[in-house]
T-cell receptor, first 110, second 112 residues
Framework: SQTIHQWPATLVQPVGSPLSLECTVE??????LYWYRQAAGRGLQLLFYSVGIGQISSEVPQNLSASRPQDRQFILSSKKLLLSDSGFYLC?????????FGQGTRLTVV | DAKTTQPTSMDCAEGRAANLPCNHS???????VYWYRQIHSQGPQYIIH???NNETNEMASLIITEDRKSSTLILPHATLRDTAVYYCIVRRPTNYGQNFVFGPGTRLSVLP
């Protein structure tokens, strides 16, 4: 069966520090992969999606970037975090008819 | 993808059926209705989806009106663990750049 791993679960980082969140998927090949962010009490906002290695599409301009170095690996990064980058970050993968989410990373920028 | 509207919040007594409505009046013929839920500080969990016919699985039932402009998610015997935010989404199956657009959802509180 397919599983999705996302880490770390929580992260506290100072303003101006770099960020790297990693997501890996098992049990499937060539998945569509996504990074979402959720602000407190709000819906999910799509940040990036990828349909293949090295192929990244950005939905909103921001201080973050994404990379897909391997078929089942998706990385969310920042060179310098802002206070506004705080939130709950979710990795997801999808089939043609459904999407499945990791357990999320709660990032607090202080 | 079509927009959905859901009530902001609902309460349900433990052991009773929870009926969560969703309006999607602009849904097109090839768009499916999906339901997800999100328990606090966890990733959204897939519940069920359907196109035209009513659907049932081990978690819930999905009732879609004949005109497909609205649907209802039914949790037949709600438990305290069903307390979560429930999202109704309509979208068409595609192979590329699939974007599940999550609105604010309905916050369901199951009360003892």
């Amino acid at each position: 069966s397919q599983t999705i791993h996302q880490w770390p679960a929580t992260l506290v980082q100072p303003v101006g520090s770099p960020l790297s969140l990693e997501c890996t998927v098992e049990g499937t090949s060539n998945p569509n992969l996504y990074w979402y962010r959720q602000a407190a009490g709000r819906g999910l906002q799509l940040l990036f999606y990828s349909v293949g290695i090295g192929q990244i599409s950005s939905e909103v301009p921001q201080n973050l970037s994404a990379s897909r170095p391997q078929d089942r690996q998706f990385i969310l990064s920042s060179k310098k975090l802002l206070l506004s980058d705080s939130g709950f970050y979710l990795c997801a993968w999808s089939t043609r008819t459904g999407a499945f989410f990791g357990q999320g990373t709660r990032l607090t920028v202080v | 993808d079509a927009k959905t509207t859901q009530p902001t919040s609902m309460d349900c007594a433990e052991g009773r059926a929870a009926n969560l409505p969703c309006n999607h009046s602009t849904i097109s013929g090839n768009e499916y209705v999906y339901w997800y839920r999100q328990i606090h500080s966890q990733g959204p969990q897939y519940i069920i989806h359907g196109l035209k016919n009513n659907e049932t699985n081990e978690m819930a039932s999905l009732i879609i009106t004949e005109d497909r402009k609205s649907s209802t998610l039914i949790l037949p015997h709600a438990t305290l663990r069903d307390t979560a935010v429930y999202y109704c989404i309509v979208r068409r199956p595609t192979n590329y750049g699939q974007n599940f657009v999550f609105g604010p959802g309905t916050r369901l509180s199951v009360l003892p």
